[in-house]
């Protein structure tokens, strides 16, 4: 158990479409990141949050966006869905800010959310 | 810009037996971090083991360990005594200095123990 939940843990959308995903942490957790992680591959960075601003980004296009609230829970939206959006979408979330790997703050992963784009 | 390259796909051990995943990585950073994250078919990411890339002392977390050697960027594990609970994916990971949460992940290599 990490703390960390993320919503909702399955979904079907249509090509075009939009989706938002959830991420809710503990308490305190000012730092949140996400990653895309196709089938059979590796967790890619998608973008961060540290107090509800962007603070880093990957190779991802616009129509991916997220938003940080005051209490530290997150979205990540994505317009115009295409087929290679199916992916589990991973949160990540910690106290530590950006000094988190540094101070050896813990880092916790959610369980993800699977879409699928059809 | 970061890129961490896992060689092996598959990789298969001998219950109690001892196996080594290999994981390198490209960086002009100076000051890192290293992981290795374990991912079940839960698909729920597990820390194994953390290093600084300032320490030059490998890590050694009871039956796993890791050899780092800098100058090659090399982060390999070493699973000892394998366990039936240590089937898993396990990923290489990199986190640069003052990036908070921002990893870049290798590809994955999938670990079986064969009892």
């Known amino acids: 158990e990490t703390g960390v939940t993320q919503s909702p843990t399955h979904l079907i959308k249509t090509r075009g479409q939009q989706v938002t995903l959830r991420c809710s942490s503990q308490?305190?957790?000012?730092?949140v990141s996400w990653y895309q992680q196709a089938l059979g591959q590796g967790p890619q960075f998608i973008f961060q949050?540290?107090?509800?601003?962007?603070?880093g980004r990957g190779n991802f296009p616009p129509r991916f966006s997220g938003l940080q609230f005051p209490n530290y829970s997150s979205e990540l939206n994505v317009n115009a869905l295409e087929l290679d959006d199916s992916a589990l979408y991973l949160c990540?979330?910690?106290?530590?800010?950006?000094?988190?790997?540094?101070?050896?703050?813990?880092?916790?992963f959610g369980e993800g959310s699977w879409l699928t784009v059809v | 810009a970061q890129t961490v390259t896992q060689s092996q796909p598959e990789m298969s051990v001998q219950e109690a037996e001892t196996v080594t995943l290999s994981c390198t990585y490209d960086?002009?950073?100076?000051?890192?971090?290293l992981f290795w994250y374990k991912q079940p078919p839960s698909r729920q990411m597990i820390l194994v083991i953390r290093?600084?890339?300032?320490?030059?002392q490998n890590a050694t977390e009871n039956r796993f360990s890791v050899n780092f050697q800098k100058a090659a960027k090399s982060f390999s594990l070493k699973i000892s005594d394998s366990q039936l609970g240590d089937t898993a994916m396990y990923f290489c990971?990199?986190?640069?200095?003052?990036?908070?949460?921002?990893?870049?992940f290798g590809t994955g290599t999938s670990l079986t123990v064969i009892p």
């Open positions: 990540a979330s910690s106290l530590g800010g950006l000094q988190g790997a540094v101070s050896g703050n813990t880092i916790y």
């Open positions: 308490s305190g957790h000012n730092t």
């Open positions: 949050y540290y107090r509800e601003e962007e603070n």
């Open positions: 960086t002009s950073e100076n000051n890192y971090y």
């Open positions: 290093q600084e890339a300032y320490k030059q």
């Open positions: 990971a990199f986190v640069a200095l003052h990036r908070g949460n921002q990893f870049y």
